[in-house]
């Protein structure tokens, strides 16, 4: 395949170009697009007849375009953006990974609905027969929290006779993969499947001081289904998964030189005073731990190159299970779907992201009262005290959500689907900041006798554990709703629906936090407590009209809700919690979709407008120098795309894949303090009373963040026979255009430039379809890609960044009995 990199005038063209979904491979060989089943809808309908913005892929589709995580996915599929914590549709998703705020993108393991991504990444869709990525708001037939749209992940069920598969990979890195599932009757009623998957790859990051690497996989993943048709009429399926990982995650990337100078001279310009302690940073509870540090960073030369004394950790269990019970009448069915997930997250980094050994953080170079340090009445007596910090998080949680639905199996025009909902979830989420370091916390205790003695307004608040922040939060949530939608076929060619949803939601948490020089002496710990409720009814109004037997026109009119929230764990003296209000959104769309040229050609295209009321979005809170995120209401704001997908089959070997997004927003009545601002001394020079700093901003006419303007994505496939073998080849390019982080917009550090990747896959295998091998590359060109960036540190001034995988090739071998 020929590679090259396009212009700017060249990528205009393609995106002038038919925008492109992938559909199922396996109808070539008839030389028509195979009609691909989704349940978007609570009914199984075809893709190309289902009245929504809507991406499936099939396991025949997500094998043939290589598709094993949520990259390959977001390459995939117009207006999504997933990060490693954070799911986004058309610019709508999670403002805060703080317990107390809510997705906006709701994910559905076989009906059950949960907060938690890790599924994009546990065992490469091994287990999962469909994938669904709905756009827009969900706001009538799904469980809850859906206003930016639903991902549906439909499993595989048990087979009627007994076979399975079996898998080998091994890839780049030292990568490989083993997995295997059988399925089969147990008895003339029950079935049963049993997987399991084994991932592990060499880390990506290689620590010069121990000779360790970072950002390892290691993934052990383990699942059983049950189906028991107890009669013609009533079906159930029990599935139970398990997960439990712990390895070496990467520590960030840090691609900016460290600013290492031993001093920091802060003042306000207008009155001279001086904002800061010395050698601290203005509004920062510790010292920069890289002041004189003695080597550079060495991932400005090497961007995989890092240098550290503490190993990050990642330890991530999980395990769920999944019912759903299905009975037919001759008018109506009835199915329950209910679910319960356990999950456990606890990873440390390494904050400083540096070794001990290289420190010049000396005392005799910081000056207090015009003196060293080091020589002042009292001085501890350590004069060289290396920062030693980690960043931890630990997190438990427990979901349930048990869903009764009805559909009417009527034999009129009128078809009705209705239901009544609970979810609950119980959180806990413990984050820290430690400093390790018995010397350097001696010091901080010292740094607040100097502080005063300057007239400074400082509180001597020191943790005897060593902690310069920790907060720790518990939120219990509960939300209930029932929903109805009623179709009605007006005429042959127009049907007219109406939906309607009550949602109430419930929520009470508590939290306790320490900020270091923050609060009372004696009482520093600060105990805070909330609870609340809102409540919503949410509507949609929709006609679909039939042009013909192969194309129709869809519009509608639909709200969404999301429920609101707390700042919890927000670091603050203030025992007051904030609240964010609940968030509204009037969707208006318009599609169509197409079977052209004798299924050869399917087409679909959309347009769509948000309204928003009180969007939730993401913004940092500083105390102290300690910056977390929280999330704020913006009173009003809209957004805007087109959307369109297409697949063709030209001939009977070739099939083209095109998908395509166009996103524009604006915040329209929004105003907020970048608070982080004011410590970003490289930008604005420490002045922590400057305008920028201290005053709301207006960021009308602002746009979202993590909402590129443009995706493109196009695969060609090509199919042939040679020596009794069926091979293809498929080549990808996806592009990604520029977005933001913050909503504050800042070139210097909110912007990630646009991007793109080529990738390409060679299968052959049996005709029968007994086995078949595959040799593939992603990233050909292997350029690391920023995907995230975050605000600068208020301690070190460096961001950290994540960046896409470097090239990958491997080969793979899938055996079926």
């Known amino acids: 395949m020929l590679i090259y990199k396009c212009s700017p005038t060249q990528k205009a063209v393609l995106f002038g170009l038919l925008f492109v979904t992938p559909l199922s491979w396996a109808a070539e060989r008839a030389g028509v697009l195979e009609e691909l089943i989704v349940t978007a809808t609570k009914r199984e309908t075809t893709l190309m007849d289902t009245p929504a913005s809507i991406s499936a892929f099939d ?68 287990d999962i027969e469909r994938i669904e990525v709905l756009r827009g708001p969900q706001g009538i037939l799904y469980g809850r929290n859906s206003i930016g749209g639903a991902i549906s992940f439909i499993s595989k069920r048990p087979n009627a006779e007994w076979g399975g598969t079996a898998t080998a990979q091994l890839t780049s890195y030292d990568g490989r993969l083993i997995q295997g599932m059988v399925s089969g009757p147990v008895t003339d009623k029950l079935s049963v499947l049993v997987g399991a998957s084994y991932i592990a790859r060499d880390g990506l990051q290689k620590n010069t001081f121990n000779g360790k690497k970072y950002g390892e996989q290691d993934t052990p993943y383990g699942t059983v289904s049950f189906e028991y048709q107890a009669t013609d009429r009533w079906n159930t399926t029990l599935k139970v998964i398990g997960l439990d990982r712990d390895y070496r995650q990467d520590n960030g990337y840090i691609l900016d030189p460290f600013y290492r100078d031993l001093t920091e001279t802060v003042s306000d310009v207008d009155s001279g005073r001086s904002l800061n302690l010395p050698g601290m940073f203005p509004a920062q509870n510790f010292v920069s731990m890289r002041q004189g540090l003695e080597i550079e960073n060495p991932a400005v030369r090497d961007e995989d190159k890092v240098k550290q004394d503490r190993d990050p950790r990642l330890e991530n269990k999980r395990w769920a299970t999944f019912l759903n019970s299905e009975y037919s009448a001759d008018t109506f069915t009835l199915k329950y779907t209910g679910g319960y997930n356990r999950y456990w997250f606890d990873s440390v980094t390494d904050a400083d992201a540096s070794a001990t050994e290289d420190s010049g953080l000396d005392w005799n170079q910081i000056t207090a009262l015009g003196l060293p340090v080091a020589t002042l009445p009292g001085f501890p007596g350590v004069e060289v005290t290396p920062a030693d910090m980690t960043f931890e998080v630990d997190q438990k949680a427990r979901f349930s959500s048990h869903e009764l639905q009805y559909s009417s199996e009527w034999d009129g025009d009128f078809s009705l689907l209705g239901g009544l909902y609970y979810y609950h979830s119980d959180e806990d989420q413990l984050v820290t900041f430690r400093e390790w370091n018995d010397d350097l916390m001696e010091m901080y205790e010292y740094i607040v ?25 518990n939120v219990d949530t509960r939300s209930y709703a029932t929903y109805g939608h009623l179709s009605w076929n007006w005429r042959p060619d127009t049907v007219l629906s109406a939906g309607l949803r009550y949602s109430y939601d419930e929520k009470k948490g508590n939290d306790n936090t320490f900020v270091q020089y923050v609060g009372d002496p004696d009482d520093p710990t600060v105990y805070r407590a909330a609870d609340d409720d809102w409540d919503k009814w949410t509507w ?23 429920s609101g929230g707390f700042n919890f764990q927000k670091p603050s003296a203030s025992t007051d919690v904030d609240e964010v209000k609940p968030e509204g959104i009037i969707s208006y769309e318009v599609g169509y979709k197409g079977s052209l040229l004798d299924n050869r050609l399917n087409v679909s295209t959309n347009y769509y407008y948000y309204d928003y009321t009180d969007l939730q979005v993401i913004k940092q809170d500083v105390e102290n120098g300690i910056a977390l995120n929280t999330f704020e209401n913006a009173s009003d704001a809209r957004a805007q795309g087109i959307e369109l997908e297409a697949m063709a089959l030209p001939t009977a070997n070739i099939l083209l894949g095109l998908n395509y997004s166009w996103n524009d927003s604006e915040f329209k009545d929004f105003k907020s303090k970048d608070a982080n601002a004011c410590t970003l001394g490289p930008y604005f020079e420490g002045r922590t009373q400057a305008p920028l700093c201290v005053d709301e901003q207006d960021l009308s006419g602002n746009e979202f963040a993590l909402m590129p303007e443009h995706k493109v994505t196009f695969n060609a496939t090509y199919f042939w026979e040679m020596f009794d073998l069926g091979w293809s080849v498929t080549g990808s390019y996806y592009y990604q255009g520029d977005q933001w982080m913050s909503p504050f917009n800042n070139e210097q550090y909110d912007k990630v430039e646009n991007w793109d990747r080529w990738d390409a896959r060679l299968n052959a295998g049996a005709l029968d379809q007994k086995w078949v091998a595959t040799a593939f590359v992603k990233n050909i060109t292997d350029d690391r890609e920023i995907i995230v960036s975050g605000r600068p540190s208020t301690v070190t001034r460096n961001n950290g960044v994540s960046l896409t995988d470097p090239r990958i090739f491997g080969v793979r071998f899938t055996y079926n009995f």
């Open 449 to 473: 006798v100097l502080g005063q003695a300057a007239g400074a307004d400082v509180s001597n608040v020191v943790s005897d554990d060593n902690y310069l922040y920790r907060g720790e939060a």
């Open 59 to 126: 396991k025949d589709t997500l094998t043939q375009l290589g598709i094993t995580g949520s990259e390959d996915l977001v390459a995939n599929t117009p207006s999504l953006s997933i990060t490693t914590f954070r799911v986004s549709i058309r610019g709508v998703g999670r403002p805060n990974l703080a317990v107390g705020s809510e997705p906006g993108v709701g994910i559905y393991w076989d009906g059950v609905y949960n907060t938690e991504n890790g599924i994009f990444n546990y065992s490469e869709f091994m």
């Open 540 to 562: 949609r109004l929709g006609a679909d009209h039939f042009i013909d037997e192969d194309q129709f026109l869809y519009a509608f009119i639909a709200t969404g809700y999301r």
